[in-house]
């Protein structure tokens, strides 16, 4: 199909059009920094700008078209201009028609929740290789093209970049995708006009509050997600989450569930959990895992149920899951020479966090301590910070505060609301140490043999983001290099 403006309209709801839209469209920008010749500019209404302010230059530059909520009171010659309600949803339905709608050419699922999105999506995206399928990724660590690798920059990307790499996969001839979808993507309308095959529920917690403001607005953003999955999608929802029932309520899509402690339609048993991996119960049928910890058991058992779902072999599912691994840095092991275990792990939020550290303290023999290395990220609600000091105390003998992308605030001012959350019994196990790099070799100076070292926050990340600027920085090859 031409890629006129007028076909990439189809569907689009359109308050009013001026201009001729009979005309070829070269790319579509939200970013007036990369129009070129041809670009369709959306003017977006931002957190920090508003981008119906760069029209005048996106003009200069050559843009051929404007999408935009307010049209402006000076309308250039020879411009198309098309003013919709909400330019962000507009963008994602055209951004759709742009590639020829890739997200219907194969089965697109997307797993929302507060914890567990990039290991579930990880799980899917090897286990569906594993069953001899082509599959696409879209994850906070990475996304990827059947074999190839393409960097992340954000959990769920913008629908242009979602849509492009979609039609990347159609076209190497991947049947699946599995992405997640966080609540930023679904308030900022980054999934529009994308057409689902199913839907993954798997928790909803403390997280975001900066952005959504209140934890009513940020389950509206996760429910929306369902609000807007087709009747021929599935929704599988863990139902021992409070928040289980609510996600799915006005959704057209056939609704499923997952349970390890209730009747479900994917009904599950935690048998044993050690540091090597889990023992389960899965329909029936007794299972071993690689994966650790309950919050683990969770995602497999939504893992499989997608699985079957869509409709795979029970046995073979079970089988290949076996044998999966987990994404780095979730609950990565580093050992040192002494057997002192090091466990870098994404944990950035309460619920993560608490979860982690209770599996650590149940897993641990009794003469084994837990010292936590954490911090808390810079420019990101700043509620979860003495939330996360409290339960680091209470779940660990001794906690080490420290920084984890100060991005724009002050190191010390977040380490100083952490503190706030230090009751004054567990003063004297705290110590603040900002400087993360000093933070890990003081742990590890601490730890005897097979103590545990939690280095909990930053995960997979390769980087200390500080003003605006990404610096080196690995837990992983830190752990490393303390123990040498
Ligand atoms: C808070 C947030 O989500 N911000 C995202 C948002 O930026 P914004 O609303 O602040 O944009 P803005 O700077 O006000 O600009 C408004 C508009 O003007 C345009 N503009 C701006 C400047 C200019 O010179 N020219 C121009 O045209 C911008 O492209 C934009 O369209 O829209 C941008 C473009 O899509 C995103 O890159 C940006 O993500 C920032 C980098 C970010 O850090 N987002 C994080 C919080 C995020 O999205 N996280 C979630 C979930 C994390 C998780 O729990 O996993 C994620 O999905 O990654
Ligand atoms: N199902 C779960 N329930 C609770 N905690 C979990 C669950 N799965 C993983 N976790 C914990 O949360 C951390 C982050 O997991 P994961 O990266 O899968 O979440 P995410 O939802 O992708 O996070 P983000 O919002 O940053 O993308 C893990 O390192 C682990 O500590
Ligand atoms: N995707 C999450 C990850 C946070 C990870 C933590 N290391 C931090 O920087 O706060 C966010 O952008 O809020
Ligand atoms: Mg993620």
Redo the contacts with the bound molecule.
Sequence with gaps: MAKTLQNLLASVPISSVIGNTDIEISSIEFDSRKVTSGSLFVAQKGTQVDGHGFIPKVIEMGAAAILCQDLPNDLAEGIAYVQVADSARAMGQMASNFYDNPSAKLKLVGVT????????VTLLFKLFRQLGHRVGLL??VQNQIDDDIVPSTH?TPDSVKINELLAEMVRRGCSYCFM?V?SHAVAQERIAGLTFAGGIF??ITH?HLDFHKTFDNYIKAKKGFFDQLPKTAFALVNIDDRRGGVMVQNTAARKETYSLQTVATFKGKLIADSLFGLQMDVDGQEVWFKLI?K??A??LLGVYGAAILLGEDTEQVLTALSAVTP?P???EQVVSPSEVVGIV?????P???Q??LETINELREGNQQVITVVGCGGNRDATKRPEMARIACELSNKVILTSDNPRNEDPFAILEQMQAGVSPVDFKKTKTIEDRREAIRYAVSLAQPHDIILV?GK?HETYQEIKGVKHHFDDREELRAAFE
Aim: proline residues 3%; negative net charge; aromatic residues 10%.
């Design positions: 929740g507060t914890n567990g999105k990039t290991s579930s994850s906070t959990t997640e966080s798997t928790n997280d910890g919050f683990n969770y995602n994404p840095g979730r609950f792990d994404y944990a950035h939020t619920d993560a966090l979860n982690v909990a995960g």
